[in-house]
């Protein structure tokens, strides 16, 4: 029972760290960089829908429609900074040595984060949704409703992306440029700017997920990391270049890491996803769903 | 390439001519063990000159220490080409084992330190042989996730002392670690120096510009690129072997300081990587500049860091030492004809490679 349990709490979880790895899976895939900066969005969005729900309760306390009001506020506040970031900074190093563009982003991580030390302290903080009734249980298993509504959040925000970029007419420009920048710019497309809107669409995606990670968990200024890397752990396990694949694997690391937290410790969830990690990337280093193109 | 950095700067041309610089760089080449020797004389003298132990003594035991921990991260990520993000990972292995070596079994320090250095040095042999199959995007990452994982397991053991760390006691005096450090970069400078003219450094730097290549002409890249990530961890373990009674204290922020695996990088970068002079010019200037800022403006000086890595990156990717490099061959450049002498095909080539 308790591992049903366990594997439940990790669905609920997998499905915000999949929100999270999506967007970083897609600047990978479109810009071709590493992201080192993309957990400090889901720390600006945890921040932004903070300070939101702040301003207007007094608090941050609210009921969950308030809360949910707040959302498309942040992912509208994040996706402008995404957007500069990528104009301003990394456009300049797309090209160059892998490494520089690593520590471009590095750079822009550790000033984000140490920035939001300074101005909001490095306490955690959390949003507390009220309910009456805060958990169902089915079955045995108990489901914190604000996780069950999170989960649905997380899912909601995978989806739209998804068919955004399947769909609308700047989703396949931003494909058109993944596939091949060159090819995109003869057709007409302005490739800078796909590239930008791409970097400020996948930060929106994080700091919507950041935004319910601040009412499930607790945030705070050096939380990013964690998040930089759980998506690197989720795109390698789903494959560079597939959605279905890193929602996937989103769930996989969700399931694993409560699994591992329950039955041995908490402490032991890091070292266990990193293991599978270099243990996936030295037997399968496409992925589990990835395919064969580098 | 050089046009934008150098267009803008009339009076500085005229006041320090590229041939002035290249003329530098030829009698360092020259003379590169006489400058190691005058500049080992230099660094030896404070203490002797009657430098106290305090504040001073303990900022240049700083840069020193900076500056083997940039130097040895330079040996994998400049000369070898494998971006580490994991470089300090050694450092606080090397930290716990002279912290409870010296004081959960009272051994003596000297062995204490060789030992930090052995540990490091396993621990390398072993992480590399999972970590070096992996290359670019893929390798930075994982040795990123060393670096953490490694930081939780010191937190989670009892014999680490947990997340509250260890407070060590018996220390030597500040001079003691002046001497250490300094020695220990003497040491690894003309190690580097050395081996950078050798047959194993010119493999490393063919294994950054192409391994598919350098294993193509028959040289085992495995083994080659094995020796400069335990050379690495070897220095970087020492030092941190050092650090731990230096600072007197140490837990798992302290040793596996996620903020100092930065600056390391950044330094290296800003004197320019790939070079002996580079990572140890660029570990004394920051060091001093971050020193500085954190006693001015307490809590900043991870902004400024985050802010000098993004613009030394974006502005001057060569560091210190590679654009006046570039520089100084702008003169050799004009002497040879300029643009003139460069036949239409060798540029065609040159547009095809970028």
Redesign the interface.
Known sequence: MAITQFVVNGLLVGALFTAVAVGFALI?GVVDI?NLAHGEMVMLGGYSSYWILNFLTGDAEGSVTLFLVTIPLVIGIVFVIGYALQRI?VA??IG?????T???T??????????A??AWSANPRAIQILFTDPSLSVAGIVIPKMKLISFIGAIGLTVALYVFLQRTRTGRAIRAVSQNPEAAALVGIDVEHTRAVTFGISSAIASGAGAFIATILNIQPQMG??YT?KS?VIV?FGGVGSIPGVFIGGLMLGTVEELTAGLV?S??T??VS??L??VL??VK?TGLFGEETA | MSASESDGSGLFRSLISPGLIDQLFSFCDDHAWTLLVIGTVIGALPPILGLKQGYYMTVISEMFLFAILALSWDII?GQTGY?S?GNMAFFGIGAYTTAILTKDFSIILPIAMMAAAGVAVGSAVLIGA??L??R???F???T???L??TQ??S??LDITGGASGKILLQTPSGTVFYYFFFTVLVAEAALVYYLSNTRFGFVLNAIRDDEKKATAMGFNTTYYKTAAWVLSAFFTGLAGGGYSLFNTFINPQTAYN??WN?EL??MA?IGGSGTVTGPIIGAFGLHVVIEYVETAFV??Q??L??????GT??GF?DGITGTLKEYASEMKYYERGGMAATDSNDSAEVASDE
Not at chain 1, 106 to 115: D, E, K, P, V
Not at chain 2, 305 to 310: A, K, M, N, P, W
């Open positions: 990978w590493i900074l300049r190093v160059t040595d892998i490494f520089l690593l520590l471009v590095f750079g822009i991580s550790i000033a984000i984060q140490q920035l030390i300074q990391l964690i890397l690197f390698v410790s402490q032991w890091l070292a990193f293991s990690l270099i990337l030295i280093p | 990520g971006p993000f999972a970590v199959r992996l670019g995007h893929y930075a990452i994982a990123l996730g060393v953490l994982a939780q397991v937190r989670i996620a903020a930065v990088i950044a970068l809590g900043w991870l902004v860091l985050g802010l000098v890595v993004i990156v974006i990717p």
